[in-house]
C-alpha cells in the first residue's frame, strides 16, 4: 500500500525546476506533501482531494490524476531552502465510502538545491 | 496560537524498558495520531483517536498502545522497548478524524527522538 516516490534524489542549482511523483496501487480519496528538513519534523505543503484539481503555493505546486492514482509536486525556479527530503502521504479510501483516517507515507525523494 | 507539542524531545532508554511520549495537539483539533518515523524512511502510522476513541491502528505490537484523554491530548506507551523502536516518534494533530474533508490537514509536531541502547 506503501505509495512510491520518484525520483528517490535530486539535486538542482538554483533556479531550476523539479517534479517529484507519487503513485499508488490503491484507490486514493486525497493527497498530501511534506518536505522535512534534517532533524526536523515534516512541515505541510498542500493538500490535493479527489478531482483531479491543482493546488499552487508560491512556486509550488501539485496535481491529482485519480484515475492514474497518482501525485506529482512541481518546485519551479528552486531556491536553496527548498532543499528537503520531500513526502507525499496518502489517504486510502474505504469500499463503504469511507477513509482509512491516516496517512501512508512514501520512502521520501530528498532534493538538494546548490548555489 | 501554539502549534502540536510534544515531550520529551529527547530520550535515551535501555532494552526491555518502558516509554510514555506526550503530546498536545493544535487548539480545536479533536484528532491525534502517532507515526514512526526511522532514519531514512517514511512516517508510519501507529494509532489515530479522535474524541477519545481509538479511529485506527497501524501495523504494530501490543507493546505499543495509546490514549487520549478528555482535553484531547494524548500518551504513547511502548513497553519492553527493543533496538528496533529507536526512531523519531510523531505526534499529529487534525480537527476532525477524516482526512479527505478540505482544509482537514495533519500538523505534526517536532517529535521525540527515542533511542534504545
Known amino acids: 500500500q506503501q505509495p512510491v516516490q520518484s525520483p528517490q534524489a535530486v539535486i538542482l542549482r538554483e533556479g531550476e525546476d523539479a517534479v517529484i511523483n507519487c503513485s499508488s496501487s490503491k484507490a486514493l480519496y486525497s493527497v498530501h506533501w511534506y518536505r522535512q528538513k534534517h532533524g526536523e519534523a515534516p512541515v505541510f505543503l498542500m493538500i490535493?482531494?479527489?478531482?483531479?484539481e491543482q493546488k499552487g503555493h508560491e512556486k509550488i505546486s501539485a496535481s491529482f490524476n485519480e484515475k492514474k492514482q497518482q501525485s506529482s509536486l512541481y518546485l519551479t525556479a528552486s531556491q536553496l531552502s527548498y532543499s528537503g527530503t520531500y513526502f507525499c502521504g496518502t489517504e486510502i479510501g474505504e469500499r463503504d465510502g469511507g477513509s482509512q483516517g491516516n496517512l501512508i507515507f512514501g520512502k521520501g525523494t530528498k532534493l538538494s538545491v546548490k548555489p | 496560537d501554539a502549534g502540536v507539542t510534544q515531550s520529551p524531545t529527547h530520550l535515551i532508554k535501555t532494552r526491555g524498558q518502558h516509554v510514555t511520549l506526550r503530546c498536545s495537539p493544535i487548539?480545536?483539533?479533536?484528532?491525534v495520531s502517532w507515526y514512526q518515523q526511522v532514519l531514512g524512511q517514511g512516517p508510519q502510522f501507529i494509532f489515530q483517536y479522535y474524541e477519545k476513541e481509538e479511529r485506527g491502528r497501524g501495523n504494530f505490537p501490543d507493546r505499543f498502545s495509546a490514549r487520549q484523554f478528555p482535553n484531547y491530548s494524548s500518551e504513547l506507551n511502548v513497553n519492553a522497548l527493543l533496538l528496533g523502536d529507536s526512531a523519531l516518534y510523531l505526534c499529529?494533530?487534525?480537527?476532525?478524524?477524516?482526512?479527505?474533508?478540505?482544509?482537514?490537514?495533519?500538523?505534526f509536531g517536532e517529535g521525540s527522538w527515542l533511542t534504545v541502547v
Open positions: 487548539s480545536g483539533h479533536k484528532s
Open positions: 499529529a494533530s487534525s480537527l476532525r478524524s477524516g482526512l479527505r474533508f478540505s482544509g482537514n490537514t495533519i500538523y
Open positions: 490535493l482531494l479527489k478531482g483531479g
